[in-house]
């Protein structure tokens, strides 16, 4: 006996609400997203088409998916310190085309802002500026003599 497109919706997202906290607003997003694209799978699959890749609309703002203590993807919506290459790769895409699709600066950093500061910081604590100043002016003078 085959389950009910309702009842698959229920188990999927039953299983994604265990493993994060969501709000009112997001459960039913994913609710209706994820019971229309298995009503699309299934509609396809009985005909025997493949189904077209449909343009995702993120659920949340992209300017909002990087929080103080997690980033949360765009493409699937779980929540990390960090998007990882790996985790991109997943979805077909590098850094540098996620932040192109979804508008990011090719300079925003793919993490949490805490962790983003705590990396600015340490850098600041080794001398990390400093320390390109003098390497930029080095190059500089190097480059002046050669010509």
Known sequence: MSKSLVEMT???IQSQISSKQMSTEEIKA??????QTLKALQESESVGIEAEPEEINPA?????????????????GQEFKMLSPKHLK????NSKEYRKKHGFSARQPLC???LSEKRSQS?????????LRKAIEMR????????
């Open 112 to 114: 949490a802002k805490a």
């Open 30 to 35: 994913a609710l209706n997203d994820t019971f």
């Open 140 to 147: 500089t003078k190097d480059s002046a003599k050669k010509k």
């Open 60 to 76: 949340i703002d992209p300017k909002k998916s990087i929080q103080k203590n997690k980033i949360i993807c765009l493409e699937c």
């Open 10 to 12: 229920a188990e999927i």
């Open 90 to 93: 997943s979805h077909g895409l």
């Open 123 to 131: 850098g600041k604590e080794r001398g990390l500026p400093d320390n």
